[in-house]
């Protein structure tokens, strides 16, 4: 497999790890010492960090559905950069109401004994639609 389909298949690991609830699966996206910026929603340092962080908001979710695309995929040696679009349908318990939103993607990811991880991402949010 190369690289650019290991780094991609990173990506949707992280989503299909939230929307499956799954946390050990979200969890193995990030390098122990990662850096998460995704602006006024948060910051995290550390894979812990930010796998606590989603659990707990996406606890109280019913459905979601995080979509990644536009994978523009960089490789140099054991470092790679990364810019992923993603469409989020967020719902509430209820599965009726709660929010889309569409953002992207800037991360940067090492080549670890475990595989690709990523090192730093940086959120920016694009929209923010309410659903009802």
Not at 34 to 61: K, N, R, S
């Given at each position: ?30 390098t ?30 019913g ?70």
């Amino acid at each position: 497999m190369s690289d650019q389909q290991e780094i991609a298949d990173v990506l949707v690991r992280y989503a299909s790890g939230i929307d499956r609830r799954d946390w050990a699966r979200f969890r193995s996206c990030w390098t122990e010492d990662c850096d998460v910026d995704y602006g006024a929603v948060g910051q995290w340092h550390g894979a812990d960090e930010v796998t606590a962080w989603a659990e707990e908001v996406h606890a109280p979710c019913g459905h979601t559905m995080h979509r990644i695309t536009n994978m523009d995929i960089s490789v140099s040696g054991d470092e790679a950069t990364a810019r992923s679009y993603s469409d989020a349908l967020v719902l509430r318990a209820d599965n009726v109401t709660g929010n889309e939103v569409d953002a992207w993607y800037d991360d940067e990811l090492v080549r670890t004994a475990d595989g690709w991880k990523i090192a730093n991402r940086r959120l920016t949010i694009v929209r923010v639609v309410a659903v009802r």
